[in-house]
């Protein structure tokens, strides 16, 4: 045979189109020739394969080569090629005989003596390959890890000789998946947090009801401890889900992560480093945050363009990175919590210190985030600095953090019970029949919202909150107790005052 063809896939986000390696050997002048928008690492193949077979005791067929990477243009870059390319080089040399191989995908970047090396972003393949029901056959030390994925048929080879011969074993022994992913991680515990009641309610009622949280307050409040502890308040991610997680960490070459991530990018961050970009696309921080939480410390210090550009993510839970060879589509449904100092001082509106800031350079400091950002935050929370008596006080006794989450776990599952979503994404149209409110409920939450200015966002953000903290407490109906915790949480000036003053 001069011809052969054999399957691999290529990575396009999280998608892993297809991809047909063909090979063919023609008499003619020693050459060697790769085509269909091979970048320069797959270009470089030649001298990987070449190395490998003669390594592994085969031949290097001294006539015409030429590989052909189908489809021509899709672009393929990294050493994944390099087993696919071998292997049909065997082939069309007739040192591999071609039945069966059409079961068959294979990855894997090949080492100078013939080894197997491993690649990053292969668990889209696998799961591209199952779900066309073919077998994959992969670098030895990846295949506990690709196992993971439902009904795949996984085999490790540990260098191109191995290689061949199992995949002439159709008895071959498919691995066993790996159980040393990093499924716990020690979260910071909420009892740890001392003081701070009402943040630590509504970052229970972000947790239960997968709301957007801001953290207002002077420095040394523990806001960024308070975030920390989010993650560990949220149930496991659902297994659709966690393979998406599992593939983001994949892409980036991280260890496979199958619980919901934390994410704490600098605010020096670029929009690249946010979104995702770069010269060849990579997922950014929004969607290494995906299913589990994003969070934002010193807000306001965020360059603006960096901030406008989480619009898109918060509103459709995902992000398309467009490069010059193409668009992907990224996963980004994650949790965001922000945290802002109220002034650039950080002692507005503190008792016992002194705000050295002046009012116009409070309101320009926080007028740094956008409306439309803040808008679609649905708790606001302003915390005040832990007093000494909070911190060494003995007889604080917290709840912790399994506990909170068993209430969050119940809340969550209602939800899902009733309206097959969480309330933060509740449609409009079902908030009203939702919440139930009684006629003088109703009335009295349309006077306050009247006299509150409240735009007609504001009033759905409360609604869905107070849903939330209705289905904490078991309530089938929204009460008027319920609606006002809510509207404490509602977005209002840093150094202000609590809404129930003002009713
Ligand atoms: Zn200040």
Redesign the pocket.
Known sequence: MTTATIFTRGSAGLAAPAVAIQVHITNGLPAFTVVGLPESTVRESRERVRSALLNSFFEWPDTRITVNLAPADLPKAGGRYDLPIALGLLVASGQLAQTGLENWECFGELGLDGSLHPCTGLLGGIIAATSAQRRCLVPLIQAPQLARVPNSVIVGAVDLLSACALIRTPSAPPAAPSRDLQETRAYPDLADVQGQGCARRAIEVAAAGGHHLLLNGPPGAGKSLLAACLPGLLPPPHPRQQLEIMQISDLMGDPPLAIRPFRAPHHSASPAALIGGGASARPGEVSRAHGGVLFLDELAEFPRAVLDTLRQPLESGQVLVSRVRGQHWYPASFQLVAAMN???????GASGVT???GQDT?QRYQARVSGPLLDRIDLHVTLQRQTAEDLLNANNINESSKQVARRVSLARDRQIERQGSLNAGLETAKLMSTTALDAATQRWFERAADRLHMSARGIHRCLRVARTIADLERAPTVEQSTLLEALNYRAMPVVGHRVGDSL
């Open positions: 109220p002034c650039p001082c950080g002692n507005a705000c050295r800031c409070i």
